[in-house]
């Protein structure tokens, strides 16, 4: 059974950083995409980024300021998130691909976590 926990989010100050993870069960990182995706209140889901046979690709909204990678032996996925913007402020949630295809909407995943949420107050 496909499984996906993320944990890490809370309030930061804008400028400031985080760390989300994911920690998955019951595939490999070798077959599967990964990805982050966001949704803030009144606001459709959106893709933040999202890795592959370690390709990584992200949205325009957080290229160079957030970073997606992940540590097999671990089982986890992490999105390391710098210069915060209050923007940002959502619920983080990690979904799994079974087709490897690192998509940049959310229509085509097929295992998603349960979110954590993430505040940046300016």
């Known amino acids: 059974e496909v499984q996906l926990q993320a944990s890490g989010g809370g309030l930061a100050q804008a400028g400031g950083s985080l760390i989300l993870s994911c920690v998955t069960s019951?595939?490999?990182?070798?077959?599967?995409?990964v990805a982050w995706f966001r949704q803030a209140p009144g606001k459709e889901r959106e893709a933040v980024a999202s890795?592959?046979?370690?390709?990584?690709y992200y949205a325009d909204a957080v290229k160079d300021r957030f970073t997606i990678s992940a540590d097999s032996a671990q089982n986890t996925v992490f999105l390391q998130m710098t210069r915060l913007k209050p923007e940002d402020t959502a619920v983080y949630l990690c979904?799994?691909?079974?087709?490897?295809?690192?998509?940049?909407?959310?229509?085509?995943?097929?295992?998603w976590g349960q979110g954590t949420q993430v505040t940046v107050s300016s």
């Open positions: 979904a799994a691909e079974m087709g490897g295809l690192p998509w940049m909407v959310p229509g085509p995943y097929d295992y």
């Open positions: 890795m592959s046979k370690g390709r990584e």
């Open positions: 019951g595939f490999t990182f070798d077959n599967y995409a």
